[in-house]
């Protein structure tokens, strides 16, 4: 049964060359073949989630199910794979955008297709193995394939400046994973000269004694490599480029998978790795997390292309994950998972409508659109409920998923929590704009006749809805799911953490440890 974890990554692997060789026998077949090969790889996930009481094949608390064969024994280097609640949530919202990402590239993509459907699988097998892989080499070979693919995807498929996006994306990003393999062989390194033992086993790193000097140095390298990717300012200028140039299904991925890796890695690894150097960071991150918050909204409003608009949204977005993480206590941790799904699943739903609109209308600037409600109803409605759940409307998930970042950073930090509450006006504001931009107004002049939402658009998009709606109403599933994981985790609750901050917080160890050490 453990091996099912490996599967999990070997059938989107098996599967893209498999539609890549296909190609030859019709661009439907390719299809056919990633949506077959991603709806096996979600049944598996969610029969994981339906018996994880049942299943727990693995001693550890808080984890499901486990898998461990040697690779590289000489360097203690593992095909190492482990599931939890968190890993759990995110590989599901990887194949449940994977699943929109195919079909919203239906009649987009017409050239090279079988590739396009290679490199689009071969990335989610690497998004998914990074959710999965519990040892630290294992991950950043995994981190590096999500990578590869996703270039290509930007480059080949792309639009006007796809070759400088691509380039730019694949700079930033491999830039900093390199400081992350340095953080990693250093990490253990110093664990070979305490134990006489050569490892990446994340559990059996995570009780390693570091210098304060050294910690933070080692953190600092994981911390650049997961803000890069969050991404969290000034680190962020990669993402608007590759948004706006990539192709719909390569933005579905981008902002609904790509970017919860970093979030995904500061929660895993930065904080459990090194808790008193990232406690010691924290005031500093939470104050990128506001400057995200505010920027990224200032932004996203002065845009007059769509997407790039709605790639700014993702950095303020994100600056609520960043905040949320770095307040440490349970309730912001939750938050911060919360926004991570429904991140996912609206502003992919506001990059689907992107993509459509290029489509139809062969521009993504905001000007040579308008009236267009009356001609696409269906369009306009689905737009508009997205860019309601990306302001926060209560009643749907990123409401639930910033109020409780905001409830559990209060009492570690309420200067920054009131300044990043701010970011939800702002984002009424923008949201709204892009949707009287965008299908209201005047028809522009020479418009032309375009076809509305047909059903199999709606079928995805009315999917990606009942779920927004479903986490908002009743959010149980994500936050019990997650739970063991923070407990496992360690992580206090709020009012352990606002106990241990009865003053200002200038003392984000004490708030992190509950405040006995």
């Known amino acids: 049964m453990p091996t099912i974890l490996a599967w999990l990554i070997a059938i989107p692997l098996v599967a893209g060359a498999l539609a890549w060789l296909a190609a030859s026998h019709g661009a439907r077949l390719c299809r056919w073949i990633s949506v077959l090969a991603l709806g096996l790889d979600l049944a598996l996930v969610v029969a994981i989630w339906l018996g994880a009481p049942a299943i727990v094949e693995t001693p550890r608390p808080g984890w499901l199910i486990e898998v461990d064969a040697p690779w590289i024994p000489r360097f203690g280097i593992g095909f190492h794979l482990a599931m939890d609640g968190l890993g759990l949530l995110m590989v599901a919202l990887t194949l449940f955008l994977g699943l929109v990402s195919v079909a919203c590239s239906w009649t987009e993509i017409q050239e090279r297709v079988g590739f396009f459907h290679a490199n689009l699988l071969w990335s989610l097998a690497g998004i998914i193995g990074v959710f999965i892989a519990v040892d630290l080499f294992l991950f950043f070979f995994l981190w590096e394939v999500m990578l590869v693919p996703m270039y290509f995807l930007i480059a080949i498929w792309g639009h006007e400046n796809r070759i400088y996006s691509a380039i730019k994306f694949f700079i930033f990003t491999q830039a900093s994973s390199l400081l992350m393999l340095a953080s990693i062989i250093g990490l253990a390194y110093v664990n070979w000269q305490a134990t006489g033992t050569w490892t990446f086993n994340y559990f059996e790193l995570l009780g390693t004694s570091l210098a304060p000097d050294v910690a933070m140095w080692l953190m600092l390298g994981f911390f650049v490599a997961f ?87 993702s950095v303020s977005h994100l600056g609520f994950v960043l905040l949320g993480v770095f307040a440490w206590n349970e309730i912001a941790l939750q938050g911060a998972i919360m926004e991570m799904v429904a991140h996912g699943l609206s502003t992919g ?80 504001i923008y949201s709204l704009a892009l949707i009287q931009r965008s299908f209201h107004g005047v028809p522009r002049a020479g418009a032309v006749r375009v076809a509305d939402y047909g059903g199999r658009e709606l079928a995805y998009s009315g999917a990606m809805i009942l779920v927004l709606v479903w986490l908002g109403v009743r959010p149980q599933p994500v936050l019990e799911t997650a739970r063991p994981t923070l407990e496992a985790l360690e992580v206090p609750s709020a009012g352990a953490a606002a106990v241990a901050r009865p003053g200002p917080p200038d003392d984000p160890v004490a708030a992190a440890s509950g405040g006995d050490e």
């Open 227 to 313: 803000a890069v990717k969050l991404p969290a300012v000034p680190l962020h200028t990669w993402l608007p480029d590759a948004h706006t140039d990539a192709p719909t299904a390569g933005s579905v991925i981008l902002a609904g998978i790509l970017l919860k890796t970093g979030a995904y890695g500061l929660i895993r690894f930065v904080v459990p790795l090194f808790p008193e150097a990232a406690m010691r960071l924290a005031p500093y991150a939470m104050a990128l997390a506001v400057i995200g918050i505010l920027y990224g909204a200032v932004l996203a409003f002065a845009q007059t292309d769509f997407k790039r608009l709605v790639a700014y949204t």
């Open 349 to 428: 739903g506001l990059f689907v409508i992107a993509g459509a609109l290029q489509e139809r209308l062969h521009t993504r600037e905001m000007a040579r659109m308008g009236g267009l409600w009356a001609r696409l109803p269906r369009m306009g409605g689905v737009a508009l409920f997205f860019a309601l759940a990306s302001l926060g409307l209560p009643g749907l998930a990123n409401f639930v998923a910033e109020f409780l970042v905001l409830l559990g950073a209060f009492p570690v930090a309420p200067i920054f929590t009131v300044i990043a509450a701010s970011g939800l006006i702002a984002a009424v």
